[in-house]
């Protein structure tokens, strides 16, 4: 099982297995801003917790085990 969760209009994207585990992250070169890293930083955040929500809703809605 794989959920991949974005932040910003797709600018970032964050794919996750089953476990939570960071597969894959998809930064596109628009949002990197050397003034403004905590914006990106923010993106980031954002799509893991899209990410861990989709996963959530994929395994039945209770979570994983263990958490």
Known sequence: LEVTGS???GLVEITLNGD????????K???V???DVEGLQD????????????LKKETAGGGLPGQ
């Open 7 to 9: 932040a910003g209009n």
């Open 20 to 27: 939570s585990e960071i597969k894959r992250i998809q930064i």
């Open 29 to 31: 070169p628009d949002c």
């Open 33 to 35: 801003d050397p003034e």
């Open 43 to 54: 993106l980031i955040k954002a799509a893991f917790k899209d990410a861990q929500t989709k």
